[in-house]
């Protein structure tokens, strides 16, 4: 495979692990590309993607989408983009080599995630029952930790699914603008650092339901922990501030 060739493979893959759909087989392929070609893959793209998803998911209403705003998604998504009305989102620059595959999947995750962020709610509970009905069905409990032994509730993950959710009691309500919590999974047959399973708020301090969020593919998780981080979440947690943990049996 030509450097050029290689270069968009691995960006093809990459896009594909932010949107979360690559097989088995991708996943191997892009940890090879990965590891090979370490100065490929500046972070630029999923940066993008978060910052995406941020801006988003904190304008989501419960309001059905506007037909004026399907129909220009409908449109395609260079037009969309070109829309001048649309929010202004600032991302990082990118180099002339990676420019033209990158510019073309941060078009393509906009008109993604705007579609994702209407239609989200009312697929949750059909994912939840598939995963409650998946014959490789775990679920452990939490037990608060320190401040927060009051805390209670379960993780329930599928390994064929890559999906799964956290039913969680006496989490106190928190303050994103200051700290926000984390979940981490650990999978020692995957690597030594725990997989960042999502960021996320508590806005009622009864009983909530939270989805499970993987960066990276999840085969034989051994614990979810809970903590409490800046906002936005950090990429390594120091564990400061252990909120909960959930061992699988």
Known sequence: MSNSATIQRLEELEAGRIF?????EEWSEWETLS???PDILDGSLEWTAAQLDSTLSTEISEKKMPSGLTNRVKKGTTDFVAEPETATIETPSFSTRNSAPIAWAVAAL???LLILSWTIRPATNSVLVDIDGSPDRVETSFAGLGDYEQVS???????ELQQGYMSLEGMPVNDPTKRQYQLWIV???RDEAPVDGGVFDVVDAGMVRIPINAKLRVDEPQAFVITLEQPGGVVKSKQEVVVALAKAS
């Open 20 to 24: 979360g759909d690559l097989s088995k």
């Open 35 to 37: 590891k090979e070609h």
């Open 110 to 112: 906009l008109a993604l």
């Open 153 to 159: 509730g379960n993780a329930v993950w599928s390994d």
């Open 187 to 189: 999978d020692p047959e």
